[in-house]
Each structure stands twice: as C-alpha cells, then as structure tokens.
C-alpha cells in the first residue's frame, strides 16, 4: 500500500483539459466515473485552479550505455511515458505511446539498442513486461499477457533477463528467465512460495542470481541462485529473535561478494559488505544515524554513491571503495534525492532530484569535476513555486510521552488569522512522509490559506525499525491517537484553527483517516479517504493473493480468531455510526491491493446516518488515480469539498 502516499490533495501532477468544459457552466465528469452525491461543479473551478494543474515532472530511469545519453519518464498526454535526452536541456523524445502509464524502463546494457519496460492495464497491477526496439521503435509483448510481472534484472552481458513472476499459479511469486530475443525459451529457473520474491542482481558472470525473500518491511533475506541449475542457497539466514531487513544488493566486479543495505545490528539501514565466501557483513557506514534510501556501484567498483534519509530529506553522498571514506558531494537543495544510476563511464551518476519549490527533474553529477547539470525542467503552469512555501519540521508529545514528527506548511502572510488545517497521513503504513514537491497541495495552500501538516505517526519508516513496529497487530490504535496529540498541538497554536480541521489519506492513510474520523469526529469538520481499507479482516480477505501474506505480518492474521475479534472491534466500518462530519470517499474499480468493496461498505453505511458523503469511483483506475482526465476532476471535486465543508 505503499504506492500512494497522499490523499486527493496531493495525487501525482496532470494537464488541465479546459477544452472539456467550453459552453457548459458545469464540469462534465469523464464517462468512466462514477459520481455520487457531488454536487455539479461550476466551470469557472477549472480557471480557477489552472495553473495549478499544469505541473509535470521528469524521472531519470537510465543511461545509454556507450553515449552521453538518458532515457525518462514524464507525461505529456494522458499518463507518462518513456522519453529519450540526448545531452542536458535537450528535448524529450517520447518513445512510448500507451493509454496507461508506463512503469518505468532499463535500457540492455551493451549495445543500448533495446529496452524493457512493465505496463499493466486500468491500474490492475498485472504487469507485463515489453521490449522496445529503438532501432525501429517496434514493441514486442514477452510475457503471457494474464500473470504479474516484475522487476525485469538485465544480465551484465545483455542476453538474458530475470524477473518475478506469478504465472504458476497466480498466487506464488517465482523466478524465470529468457532471453528476450527468444521469449518462447522462457524457463522456470525458482519455483518459490510466498508473494514477495525477485530479482536483485545477476552476477559479472551471468551464473548466478541475488534472490531477495521480502516478509514485510522489517524482515527480508538475501538467497544466491545458480541459472543453470536452480540450486538456491541462503546468504542472509534468520539468526537470533531480531529481524533484519535486507533492503539491495549488488555483487561486486569480481563476484566475490555483494553490497548490500542491512539493518542487523542496528535500528537503521546501513551499508554494508557481504563476502560470499564467508557470510560475514562488514558494515560501511556504522556513524550514520539514519536510514540509507539507495545506493549504486560504478562500472569499475571504485565509488559507491548512495543516498541519507536525513530526518526526511535526502542527501546525497558517495564512498571510494578502496579507502573507505567518504568523497565530497554536491550540497543540493533541501529535497529528495532518488533513481541512482551510474553511466558505464564510471565519471556521471544520473538520478532524479525534487525539493518543495521544485518537481522531480532528471539531474547528473561528473564526479570528476563535481558539476551538476539538469537534463530535464519540467513545467510548473507558469508560476513562480519558488515563492512557495517551504516544509517545517514540528514535534509534538503524543499520549506515551514519545514525540512524533511532520512537516508543516503555512500559507502566505496575506491570510490573517487562524487558519484551517488540512491533515495528510500518508500510506504504506511503513512509509514516510517526505517533503518534495507539493504539486496540486499547493494550491490549497497559496490560493486557499489551508496549513496542511504531514505527520509520521508511529509505524512510519525512517526512525528505526524499534519505531516502525510499534503500530503492528494489536498496537494498531497507538497511532490514531498520536494524531489525536496532534489535534491537541494544533489547538495550542496561535496561528492554526482547531475547530476547522480536515483529516484525510491515501491507501493506508485513508484507513487512518476513517479512524480518526470515528474516533475523533467531534473534533474536526470532514475527512477524505482515498482508496483506504474501512475493515482489516474484509480487506485482508479480498486483497490479491501475491500480496496477503506480506499485509498480515503488519496488520495481523485475520484468521486468528482473537486477532479478528480485535481488527473488527476498531475497524472504521465497524463504528461508522460515530462519523457525524462530511466525508468524501475515492476509489478505482480495479484496486488489486484495497478493493473498491472497502470503500462501498464505507459508503454506504455512513450514509444510513444522514452524514455528507460524496463518492468517486474510477472504472479505469486501480489503487490511485494515473489518467489526467481522472485526476482533473479528483481535484475540482476536492477544491469543492474542501469550500463546502472546511472554509465556511
């Protein structure tokens, strides 16, 4: 559930249609949504909020392996697309042409001529794996068109592809490999059990694979796999009660050993080196306090560049092998560093960059003289965002006495008074609200004079894994009520209105946003929920089978029967009688991770109280929506909602 991490204010950046709205007084909503309880929206929203929905952005996906040259993702149509940059400031040739977005690509690694990618179809998530051609742009399907596909692994030769894939029997995740000049030579190298299986990386020599084993956010092992014979042998065994997370690896030019991010023997991810001969793990950067996000090899093994999760921001360092110390990097601006990828000329690291004032853009480093240049500079509808406002880090003391963190932004000086707050909790659950660009939130911001504050409440990543699992099977309730310390802090500020709040959420955030509506509904004034769960039992029933097992270990076993008396108990569904304040519930029909039938039971029961609700369900969305005309009216009816419920 980690996939959307906010709610309708704050979904992924699109293109205004206005053209949609000429000679109608209201907005028209798209033929695939589905609309209830939404008054008609007036046309001038869509002036209103333009601009604001004219933001893009670029993702660095990779590099050519021979040229000065970068493939990216960014929109221009509908969803995005794959694009090629040919030097930095160059134009974005696109390359894909999909009515559904593109998951990113991986250029073949010699000769540069080819490229995969993953696309699914409607947001169902069942990706499949396609070879694009750039010789003639030709694209050919390799996978069978039914089973989830993923993570696509190129060997260092370019010839074969090793990937994740449940075409057994739809449930276990194996392992397979072909060449993708031979599809039809595909093989089952792993037959596995359990949903959270992939690739890692294949060794210099093309015979072995690095298998990772994922069991939930806290606990993942590392296994060696021969190509030839399937034979699997554990790296990384269980040792001890504590779990450890084994979060990347990548072997070493010579095969002797792996890289690897590990948090054993620490609350936080670390580097470390993995010699395979010996199973010894030698940490590399034991004095950093705080989580590493990423890291990537050079060609020649001599530079590890790897990236800091600094109380949410991203800082960006790099590590000469031989020496063991750290090198100087480029202090970028306050923001989120992600997407490392060395060219093969072991001197330009690509990698994406994004700060509050900025959208993500595609960005490459020359160690050699420490420039920095921007390759893409994605549109922001004309304004100026480096007037926006910027993140604050606040704390607050919740109920046990710990203190839990966010991030605030306040709205421009010319709004006086004490203004209303709008709460985001954002998905995962172990995921972390981190501050790039606000995108669409800030207009609510700048235009409406709303204090919006991210908080990362308990279970939340980036604090250490003791933190992380405090919210796990029966401890659930702990963060609702860290949001109920919050409410209280907001109501200790001069500058915040604590009778004007707005709680909301995407995924799991939008099952904390139910929550706290229930518990807390007398103290603030209308939730949104986005493709959130209303009943962990319901929803760990009907989620997809790949992933069942994983969402178990945070929420708990539904099928332990004490287990199931306690999810029900605090299940928003359950005590949806206590919600007595507007809500406004969004969904896409083809969800595979939170089926659409956790928000129509939502829906349906709030409103036997008499309670507002308006409704919006996608037929050709999954878990968030991905098509602009979707998204565009996502976010009119939001600004509406919001006028109607939070400003008065």
């Given at each position: 559930?980690k ?9 992924p950046?699109?293109l205004?249609?206005s053209?949609?709205?000429a ?7 798209g033929e ?5 309880g939404v008054?008609p929206?007036?046309a001038s929203l869509?002036?209103?909020v333009?601009r604001?929905?004219?933001f893009r ?7 050519h ?9 960014t929109r ?9 940059v040919?030097?930095p ?7 894909s042409f ?8 991986t250029v ?13 179809t ?9 070879l ?9 399907l390799?996978t069978?068109g039914?089973?989830?596909?993923t993570g ?6 370019g010839?074969?592809?090793a990937?994740g894939?449940?075409r057994r029997n ?6 397979r490999v072909?060449s ?10 792993l037959?596995l059990?359990?949903?959270?299986w992939?690739v890692?990386?294949?060794s ?5 694979l690095?298998?990772s084993?994922y069991i ?5 092992y590392?296994?060696l ?8 042998v554990p790296?990384?065994?269980?040792e001890g009660d ?5 979060a990347a690896?990548?072997f070493v030019?010579?095969?002797?050993g ?5 948090d ?5 991810q670390h ?10 793990e030698?940490?590399?950067?034991p004095?950093?306090?705080w989580?590493?996000d ?5 060609e020649d093994?001599?530079?590890l560049?790897?990236v800091?999760n600094?109380?949410?921001?991203g ?13 100087p990097?480029p202090k970028l601006?306050a923001?989120l560093v992600?997407?490392l990828?060395?060219?093969?000329n072991?001197r330009d690291l690509?990698?994406s960059f994004?700060s509050?004032a900025?959208p993500?853009d595609a960005y490459?480093?020359d160690?050699?003289?420490?420039k920095?240049e921007?390759?893409?500079e994605s549109?922001?509808?004309g304004?100026?965002t480096a007037?926006?406002?910027r993140?604050e880090?606040?704390?607050?003391k919740s109920?046990d006495?710990?203190?839990?963190s966010g991030?605030l932004?306040r ?7 004490r203004?209303?707050?709008?709460i ?27 204090a ?10 980036g ?7 405090m919210?796990?099977g029966f401890?659930?309730?702990?963060s609702?009520?860290d949001?109920g310390a ?8 001069p500058d ?7 709680v909301g959420?995407?995924?799991?955030g939008?099952?904390?946003a139910l929550a706290?509506?229930?518990t ?6 209308c939730?949104?929920?986005v493709?959130g ?11 997809s089978?790949y ?8 929420y708990?076993?539904?099928?332990d029967?004490?287990?199931r ?13 206590n ?7 969004i ?7 939170v089926?659409?039938?956790e928000?129509?039971?939502?829906v349906?029961t ?5 309670t507002p609700?308006w409704?919006?369900?996608a ?6 929506f ?8 996502q ?5 509406e909602f919001?006028?109607e419920?939070?400003?008065?």
């Open positions: 559930m996939t959307v991490r906010r709610f309708a204010l704050l979904l950046l699109i205004l249609a053209a949609a709205f000679g109608s007084e209201t907005i028209v909503p695939n949504l589905v609309v209830e008054p929206l007036p869509a002036e209103e333009g604001y929905s004219d952005q670029a993702l660095f996906q990779g590099w392996p021979s040229r000065r040259e970068m493939l990216i993702s221009f149509a509908e969803t995005a697309q794959l694009h090629w040919k030097f400031g160059g134009a974005r040739t696109q390359l999909f009515p559904d977005q593109v998951a990113g690509g073949e690694p010699v000769k540069g001529d080819t490229l995969l990618f993953t696309k699914d409607g947001g169902g998530e069942f990706f499949q794996i396609h694009l051609d750039l010789r003639d742009g030709k694209v050919r390799l069978d039914k089973s989830r596909n696509p692994e190129w060997s260092r030769q010839d074969r592809i990937f894939s449940t739809g449930r276990d995740v194996d392992i072909m993708p000049a031979d599809p039809g030579g595909e093989r089952l190298l037959e059990e359990g949903g959270g992939g890692q990386d294949w210099p020599d093309g015979k072995k690095l298998v084993n939930s956010a806290s606990e993942s590392f296994y796999a021969d190509v030839q014979s399937g034979e699997k790296l990384t065994p269980r504590d779990t450890v997370l084994y690896g990548k030019g010579d095969g002797k792996i890289y690897v991010i590990s054993r023997d620490s609350e936080f580097l470390a080196y993995l010699d395979l001969a010996t199973k010894k030698t940490p590399l950067t004095a950093i306090e989580d590493i990423e890291f990537d090899l050079s093994g001599r530079l560049a790897f800091v600094e109380d949410g921001l800082v960006l360092r790099i590590l000469d092998t031989k020496t063991g110390k750290e090198r990097a601006p923001g992600t997407g990828e060395w060219h093969r072991n690509g990698f994004s509050s900025q993500y490459s480093l160690v050699t003289t420490g920095v921007r390759w893409t549109e922001t509808g304004l100026n007037s926006f406002s993140p880090l606040i704390r607050w109920w006495g710990r203190s839990i991030f932004f709205p421009p000086a010319r709004f006086t008074g203004r209303p707050v709008a985001d909790i954002h998905g995962g659950p172990e995921g972390q609200y981190r501050p790039d660009f606000n995108g669409r939130d800030n207009f609510y911001i700048e235009e409406m004079g709303v919006l504050i991210y908080p990362n409440v308990r279970g939340s990543t604090y250490g894994k003791s933190f992380q699992k919210d796990n401890q659930r309730e702990g609702y009520k949001i919050l409410l209280d802090w907001i109501r200790a500020q915040l209105d604590p009778d004007r709040i707005l959420g995407g995924s799991y939008g099952f904390m706290v509506a229930t807390y509904s007398d103290r603030i004034r939730a949104v929920s493709v769960p209303s009943n962990l039992v319901t929803f760990l029933e009907n989620t089978p992933r069942r097992d994983l969402r178990r270990v945070e708990g076993d539904e099928r029967p004490g287990m008396a306690f999810l029900e108990s605090i299940a928003p569904a359950a005590k949806a009688k919600i007595g304040k507007p809500l406004f519930v969904q896409g029909k083809n969800d595979p991770r089926p659409a039938s928000s129509e039971q939502m349906a709030v409103r036997k109280n008499g609700v409704y919006l369900m037929r050709d969305e999954g878990h968030g991905a098509k602009k005309k979707n998204r565009d009216f976010f009119y009816a939001t600004v919001m006028k419920f939070l400003l008065k």
